[in-house]
């Protein structure tokens, strides 16, 4: 009865996803195993039961988000299998539709012993499923593991759920945020690296009329934006302007970063901006691939968002401007304003091992083995950076990776997503750059860790957040590119402000302040 | 005679041997019978037992807990649903879409199907037929694709024509005003040319006779076409039209959902993409599938009433 009852859900969810997201069927990448509901029911005959010999390898199924279009080859996992004395099988899919598809088979029992989330924001939705007991908790665990145990304490701390640890984190430098730029244009146009917003604007404003590429064409623009306040120049810019990391405190109490005057001072400088035409003028309908073609095309000249992007469009860049030079810089603040930049929690996705797939402790500690076997080198570096020889040498103690690009992506990207730690904790190899603006970038990313805005919130919860901060968020978001666009003014953003506060948004200001005292 | 008598038994069956009845004459057409079972099992499979997935629209469904464990709430998310700030919004937008799709797209197929009747030399006729299908194999993400790199304001060929007739650019993709146009638009770019294909399987089908009387009767090319070809296919237009009544809120998530941005939301918000960022993204399940609930009722009464209308002015209708 159990098994039809699942069966009539999975097809229930499955028509309803499909019907409502229409665009959920690259699903079929999985090709090398069974479907979600023939895992379901193999689930508990797992080999958990008798206890292996030493030698017998552990089987283990992971599944995980893939931000490439095909699956990867089993050229990374077989090597895996062989270093940690596995049977490993993958299922991946695609990153765009992952929380869907994580939904969909937590909704069928059928979520197998490894399960990695997408980000974030996926972690926070899945709170309520790890307080109701789905999950293994696994802090007790960790001091038993060599590795595992080296996993930083503050990062781990911004994972917690009610104080205690379920997950293993994929850690990521703390602030990446920057600005690239076409440092010819600048030579040519005889402006230094801006120290301040207005140095910025100035340089977006010669970027733009003082035709820096000297083809007595009026071709150029300055800053090239995208649809994302957060990961685009919006954010960054509003560290610049001393704008707290999502949420700050205010007289004793948590409030979100637009109650703040630096926000209204960010979203004024971006309207001046784009008003002034220094910017592309349709930044909100704008994707990633059209910001950077912008770029890469020779067309803008200033690119605000993860300075680690600089190889790829440099080096896209070049195919058309051959005689274009790029550079990254940070440190950029309002006038008389101090530095500071905003950071992640430290990770960009975790992973959960799911109670319906692992039955018992002697399971879970093999399954923690895999991971701490991940967590050292050999392991590590197999996973991030393939195979040596094949897909990377190591230089001065970096790996440096091989000319074929596109190899590398389809065999080794799957995998190295999925990495947890970071070079310090698990002994990988950090990456060996040739391009003079990287080698600055991975500086100035160092440099970003002491100054980093923290957002106070990452360890703390707000079950009304956690329902429908996301839907809220939408109404913040819509008005603050309303604003920037001169759709409506102060008085209308702070319309928006108290309809997010009476919709839900005063109830995660109290909900998170209390946290917030309650954790000091 | 005979079939006057098998009327008459029909209309009397006794009431004992109904079920044996039944039984012999599933037996008697079972050919037919076996022929219908997939398209049966489909229905079953994929439209009725999913329906069973809608109780979850009554529950505070947790996944882990499944459809048994989770707790009733009544009405709870509908009384959520229509107390909702957006609600009036997103169902005035659905449905001024949906009108407009109706009066600015229906007839579009229609009219390209006579236009291209009238076509004497077939070649031309093929390949314009041919070229208007085109567009209805490309996605959504093509066309809107398309449309945006020719509107941008950022070097968009459109946008660039108006500033070189002196005309001042104008905000296509951000703008509230243009979000319906540019939505209509794009629909009849993509499907009118596909619509055109069972308008002339119908038109193909009238008796050629027909037209060789009206020519000797002295009847134009407009004449024939308002006195055969229109009431030849009048039942056509009308079942489809009913048809399309039934996906009234069908318009594409996938479309919208692509051209909605901060900008256009206000106008561009449908029940589909709220569903899609309210309730599956946050994996609301439970009041996502209320709305959907919701939305499929309306799509039942509107069809029915469409089908009511048609009975009403003498046509078949669909049931």
Redesign the interface.
């Given at each position: 009865m159990r098994k039809k009852?699942?069966l009539?859900?999975l097809?229930?969810?499955?028509?309803?996803?499909l019907?409502?997201?229409?665009?959920s069927d690259q699903s079929g990448s999985n090709n090398n195993q069974p479907s979600p509901s023939a895992d379901s029911g193999s689930a508990s005959e797992k080999p958990s039961e008798a206890p292996p010999a030493n030698e017998e390898p552990t089987e283990i199924t992971i599944m995980l988000p893939l931000n490439i279009a095909e699956t990867p080859p089993d050229t990374i996992k077989t090597e895996l299998e062989k270093l940690t004395n596995t049977k490993l099988t993958y299922q991946f899919f695609p990153a765009d539709t992952y929380?869907?598809k994580l939904?969909a088979s937590?909704?069928t029992?059928s979520l197998p012993q490894v399960t990695y989330l997408k980000n974030q924001a996926t972690f926070i939705?899945f709170k309520?499923?790890i307080r109701?007991g789905?999950f293994w908790e696994i802090g007790p665990y960790l001091s038993e593991f060599e590795n595992l145990g080296k996993l930083k304490e503050s990062i781990l701390n911004n994972t917690k759920v009610d104080g205690k640890i379920y997950s293993l984190y994929i850690g990521r430098p703390l602030a990446r945020q920057g600005l690239i730029y076409r440092k010819d244009w600048a030579d040519n146009l005889g402006l230094s690296a801006p120290q301040t917003t207005e140095d910025l604007f100035a340089m977006a404003k010669a970027f733009t009329e003082d035709d820096p590429d000297k083809d007595g064409q009026d071709n150029t623009?300055g800053l090239t934006d995208r649809?994302d306040l957060i990961y685009g120049a919006f954010k960054t810019l509003s560290s610049a302007f001393g704008t707290p990391n999502n949420w700050g405190e205010k007289d004793g109490q948590l409030l979100p970063e637009f109650m703040f005057p630096e926000y209204i001072e960010t979203m004024d400088y971006m309207k001046r901006l784009r008003d002034a035409g220094y910017m592309?003028?349709?930044f909100?309908?704008t994707s990633k691939t059209?910001q950077v073609n912008?770029f890469q095309s020779g067309?803008a000249g200033l690119y605000i968002g993860s300075m680690q992007d600089v190889n790829s469009l440099y080096n896209n860049l070049v195919k058309n401007v051959p005689t274009a030079e790029v550079a990254t810089h940070n440190k950029i603040t309002k006038p008389g304003g101090e530095f500071g930049i905003w950071a992640i929690p430290g990770y960009n996705n975790v992973v959960l091992f799911p109670k319906s797939a692992i039955k018992t402790e002697d399971e879970l500690k093999k399954v923690l083995a895999f991971f701490d076997k991940m967590m050292t080198p050999e392991v590590a570096n197999l996973m991030y950076w393939g195979i040596e020889g094949t897909h990377y040498t190591v230089v001065d103690g970096k790996a440096k990776e091989m000319d074929d690009k596109d190899k590398i992506e389809r065999e080794v990207k799957g995998f190295k997503d999925s990495v947890i730690g970071e070079p310090e904790t698990n002994g990988q190899y950090t990456g060996y750059h040739e391009l003079q603006a990287r080698i600055d970038a991975e500086k100035f990313i160092i440099e970003n860790e002491p100054v980093a805005i923290h957002d106070p919130t990452a360890p703390l919860d707000s079950a009304t957040y956690t329902?429908?901060g996301?839907?809220l968020q939408?109404i913040i978001?819509?008005a603050?590119?309303?604003y920037i666009?001169g759709?409506i003014d102060k008085a209308g953003f702070e319309k928006a402000i108290e309809?997010w506060k009476s919709?839900g948004g005063q109830k995660i200001i109290d909900e998170y302040t209390a946290a917030y005292k309650a954790n000091q | 005679m005979q079939e006057a008598r098998a009327e008459v038994l029909e209309l009397i069956p006794p009431k004992p041997r109904r079920h044996s009845e039944l039984k012999k004459r599933i037996w008697k057409n079972k050919l037919l019978y076996l022929m219908a079972l997939p398209g049966i099992l489909f229905f079953i499979l994929f439209k009725y037992v999913p329906m069973y997935g809608l109780v979850i629209s009554l529950q505070d469904f947790k996944p882990y807990q499944g459809i048994r464990g989770s707790e009733w709430v009544g009405l709870e998310h509908f009384k959520r649903l229509f107390t909702e700030p957006d609600f009036l919004m997103i169902l005035t937008n659905t449905l001024v879409l949906f009108g407009m799709n109706l009066l600015f797209f229906f007839p579009i197929p229609i009219i390209l199907a006579l236009m291209l009747n009238e076509v004497r030399i077939a070649v031309f006729k093929r390949t314009v037929q041919t070229l208007v299908y085109i567009p209805h194999f490309m996605s959504w993400v093509i066309i809107v694709s398309i449309s945006y790199v020719m509107l941008t304001m950022d070097g968009g060929i459109i946008n660039e024509l108006i500033a070189y007739f002196g005309g001042e650019k104008i905000n296509f993709l951000l703008s509230s005003e243009w979000f319906r146009p540019m939505y209509i638009l794009q629909v009849i770019w993509r499907e009118a040319g596909w619509g055109t294909i069972i308008y002339l399987a119908a038109i193909a089908a009238i008796d050629p006779g027909l037209y060789e009387a009206a020519r000797i009767d002295g009847a134009g090319r407009f004449r024939q076409i308002w006195h055969i070809t229109l009431p030849a296919i009048r039942s056509v237009i009308i079942v489809l039209l009913i048809l399309k009544i039934g996906d009234v809120l069908e318009l594409g998530f996938e479309h919208v959902y692509l051209l909605l941005n901060s900008m256009n939301r206000g106008v561009g918000e449908i029940i589909d993409t709220y569903v899609y960022t309210a309730g599956l993204q946050q994996g609301q399940f439970s009041y996502s599938t209320a709305i959907g609930f919701f939305k499929s009722f309306i799509g039942l009464i509107l069809v029915m009433a469409a089908n009511w209308l048609a009975k009403r002015m003498g046509e078949d209708g669909v049931y």
């Amino acid at each position: 009865m159990r098994k039809k009852s699942m069966l009539l859900v999975l097809s229930a969810m499955l028509a309803f996803v499909l019907v409502l997201s229409a665009c959920s069927d690259q699903s079929g990448s999985n090709n090398n195993q069974p479907s979600p509901s023939a895992d379901s029911g193999s689930a508990s005959e797992k080999p958990s039961e008798a206890p292996p010999a030493n030698e017998e390898p552990t089987e283990i199924t992971i599944m995980l988000p893939l931000n490439i279009a095909e699956t990867p080859p089993d050229t990374i996992k077989t090597e895996l299998e062989k270093l940690t004395n596995t049977k490993l099988t993958y299922q991946f899919f695609p990153a765009d539709t992952y929380e869907e598809k994580l939904n969909a088979s937590f909704a069928t029992g059928s979520l197998p012993q490894v399960t990695y989330l997408k980000n974030q924001a996926t972690f926070i939705k899945f709170k309520e499923a790890i307080r109701d007991g789905q999950f293994w908790e696994i802090g007790p665990y960790l001091s038993e593991f060599e590795n595992l145990g080296k996993l930083k304490e503050s990062i781990l701390n911004n994972t917690k759920v009610d104080g205690k640890i379920y997950s293993l984190y994929i850690g990521r430098p703390l602030a990446r945020q920057g600005l690239i730029y076409r440092k010819d244009w600048a030579d040519n146009l005889g402006l230094s690296a801006p120290q301040t917003t207005e140095d910025l604007f100035a340089m977006a404003k010669a970027f733009t009329e003082d035709d820096p590429d000297k083809d007595g064409q009026d071709n150029t623009v300055g800053l090239t934006d995208r649809n994302d306040l957060i990961y685009g120049a919006f954010k960054t810019l509003s560290s610049a302007f001393g704008t707290p990391n999502n949420w700050g405190e205010k007289d004793g109490q948590l409030l979100p970063e637009f109650m703040f005057p630096e926000y209204i001072e960010t979203m004024d400088y971006m309207k001046r901006l784009r008003d002034a035409g220094y910017m592309n003028k349709d930044f909100a309908a704008t994707s990633k691939t059209d910001q950077v073609n912008m770029f890469q095309s020779g067309e803008a000249g200033l690119y605000i968002g993860s300075m680690q992007d600089v190889n790829s469009l440099y080096n896209n860049l070049v195919k058309n401007v051959p005689t274009a030079e790029v550079a990254t810089h940070n440190k950029i603040t309002k006038p008389g304003g101090e530095f500071g930049i905003w950071a992640i929690p430290g990770y960009n996705n975790v992973v959960l091992f799911p109670k319906s797939a692992i039955k018992t402790e002697d399971e879970l500690k093999k399954v923690l083995a895999f991971f701490d076997k991940m967590m050292t080198p050999e392991v590590a570096n197999l996973m991030y950076w393939g195979i040596e020889g094949t897909h990377y040498t190591v230089v001065d103690g970096k790996a440096k990776e091989m000319d074929d690009k596109d190899k590398i992506e389809r065999e080794v990207k799957g995998f190295k997503d999925s990495v947890i730690g970071e070079p310090e904790t698990n002994g990988q190899y950090t990456g060996y750059h040739e391009l003079q603006a990287r080698i600055d970038a991975e500086k100035f990313i160092i440099e970003n860790e002491p100054v980093a805005i923290h957002d106070p919130t990452a360890p703390l919860d707000s079950a009304t957040y956690t329902e429908k901060g996301q839907e809220l968020q939408k109404i913040i978001t819509d008005a603050t590119y309303q604003y920037i666009y001169g759709d409506i003014d102060k008085a209308g953003f702070e319309k928006a402000i108290e309809d997010w506060k009476s919709r839900g948004g005063q109830k995660i200001i109290d909900e998170y302040t209390a946290a917030y005292k309650a954790n000091q | 005679m005979q079939e006057a008598r098998a009327e008459v038994l029909e209309l009397i069956p006794p009431k004992p041997r109904r079920h044996s009845e039944l039984k012999k004459r599933i037996w008697k057409n079972k050919l037919l019978y076996l022929m219908a079972l997939p398209g049966i099992l489909f229905f079953i499979l994929f439209k009725y037992v999913p329906m069973y997935g809608l109780v979850i629209s009554l529950q505070d469904f947790k996944p882990y807990q499944g459809i048994r464990g989770s707790e009733w709430v009544g009405l709870e998310h509908f009384k959520r649903l229509f107390t909702e700030p957006d609600f009036l919004m997103i169902l005035t937008n659905t449905l001024v879409l949906f009108g407009m799709n109706l009066l600015f797209f229906f007839p579009i197929p229609i009219i390209l199907a006579l236009m291209l009747n009238e076509v004497r030399i077939a070649v031309f006729k093929r390949t314009v037929q041919t070229l208007v299908y085109i567009p209805h194999f490309m996605s959504w993400v093509i066309i809107v694709s398309i449309s945006y790199v020719m509107l941008t304001m950022d070097g968009g060929i459109i946008n660039e024509l108006i500033a070189y007739f002196g005309g001042e650019k104008i905000n296509f993709l951000l703008s509230s005003e243009w979000f319906r146009p540019m939505y209509i638009l794009q629909v009849i770019w993509r499907e009118a040319g596909w619509g055109t294909i069972i308008y002339l399987a119908a038109i193909a089908a009238i008796d050629p006779g027909l037209y060789e009387a009206a020519r000797i009767d002295g009847a134009g090319r407009f004449r024939q076409i308002w006195h055969i070809t229109l009431p030849a296919i009048r039942s056509v237009i009308i079942v489809l039209l009913i048809l399309k009544i039934g996906d009234v809120l069908e318009l594409g998530f996938e479309h919208v959902y692509l051209l909605l941005n901060s900008m256009n939301r206000g106008v561009g918000e449908i029940i589909d993409t709220y569903v899609y960022t309210a309730g599956l993204q946050q994996g609301q399940f439970s009041y996502s599938t209320a709305i959907g609930f919701f939305k499929s009722f309306i799509g039942l009464i509107l069809v029915m009433a469409a089908n009511w209308l048609a009975k009403r002015m003498g046509e078949d209708g669909v049931y």
